[in-house]
């Protein structure tokens, strides 16, 4: 009796022999028995024998990156559901950071969820996805790692890239034509409603800071008078002390030393504030010293007023902008180069 491989091989060898002993019975006028068909049971552990499966099927644990109506598709086994999950990508404005997110928001026993480029180097989370997409990248999924290789999608000749180029320039007119005008009034709508609020806020504040400003300014003038008084007491006292009391010989080392000292009076003031000693920044900054020491007892916020005036400024800034047509495509700074 043969072995079950050799039975198997003898009755396929028969099976396979049926056709041409059916065509020469045919041409003899001789009848063959009725075909009888070979059943297969199987028998014993899959594991004490060698197979060799081909399979189109992809592997349910492996991440894969199809493109379905132009948009690139993930497919990836959720660990904790063990179930695959598919996530439609915009490549132009999905970054990687918001598709690691909605990874982690279906599974929430996702923990650790990141991208890196094939020789290991971290994708940043700020990048798009269609510059991942570009390349073969890494998934790292807790503690799991997929390699994902991207398809080569089919570049588009130079004639359907200008025809597209062409749709959207159009699809962007036509917007522009139809939405442009209601967008203006409603973003005017709301730039004038925040800059009422903002005016609202500083009343209070900038009423405080007249005060304030009035208060320090007046204490700097009196300064400054001060100062001139000092200086014409001590010009009298050097001459009365010179023609009166003393003479010049005895007063011209005087004269020298107060001299001297003044010049390191100006250079000590130059090493500590770093500015020359100059009388309009001198007086800016008794000024602002005098100012900073009202705000403090008068509790008046300088931060906060500063804020409020930057955004008033940004505001109002919009607003010429926004009535001025020409310049809503272009940048705030290329507008203050030309004005």
């Known amino acids: 009796m043969l072995p079950p491989a050799g039975q198997l091989l003898r009755s396929a060898r028969g099976r ?5 002993a059916a065509a020469a019975a045919a041409r003899s006028g001789r009848s063959l028995p009725a075909p009888q068909m070979l059943r297969l049971k199987q028998t014993g552990n899959l594991k004490h024998h060698k197979a060799a499966c081909y399979s189109t099927l992809v592997p349910s644990d492996e991440v894969t990156v199809s493109y379905r109506y132009g948009l690139p598709v993930v497919t990836l086994m959720l660990p904790s559901r063990k179930e695959r999950c598919q996530f439609t990508i915009k490549p132009m404005l999905t970054r990687v950071g918001t598709f690691l997110q909605d990874i982690q928001k279906e599974d929430k026993g996702i923990e650790r969820a990141e991208v890196f480029t094939t020789d290991g180097s971290k994708i940043p989370t700020t990048a798009l996805m269609e510059i991942l997409l570009m390349n ?6 807790n503690n799991t790692t997929y390699s994902v290789q991207v398809p080569v999608k089919e570049k588009w000749s130079r004639e359907h890239a200008t025809e597209a180029e062409d749709i959207k320039s159009l699809v962007h007119r036509l917007f522009i034509a139809l939405h442009l005008e209601d967008h203006q009034l409603r973003r005017e709508r709301e730039l004038l409603q925040k ?19 009035t208060s320090a300014d007046a204490k700097t003038n009196r300064l400054l008078w001060t100062g001139l008084a000092l200086l014409s007491t001590q010009g009298g006292a050097l001459a009365w002390l010179t023609w009166w009391v003393y003479s010049w010989d005895i007063m011209e080392p005087v004269t020298y030393f107060i001299t001297y000292g003044s010049a390191l009076a100006f250079y000590a003031y130059f090493v500590l504030t770093k500015q020359d000693y100059v009388y309009p920044d001198v007086k800016d900054r008794q000024f602002l010293h005098y100012f900073y020491r009202k705000s403090r007892s008068q509790h008046f916020d300088v931060e906060q007023y500063n804020k409020l005036k930057e955004a008033l400024a940004e505001v109002e800034e919009s607003l010429r902008r926004l009535h001025q047509p020409l310049h809503l495509q272009l940048p705030i700074q290329e507008i203050n180069d030309k004005d």
């Open 16 to 20: 396979w022999q049926q056709p041409l």
């Open 136 to 141: 073969d990248f890494k998934l790292v999924i």
């Open 195 to 213: 800059l009422d609020h903002l005016r609202e806020q500083l009343v209070p504040l900038e009423q405080m800071k007249a005060k304030i400003a």
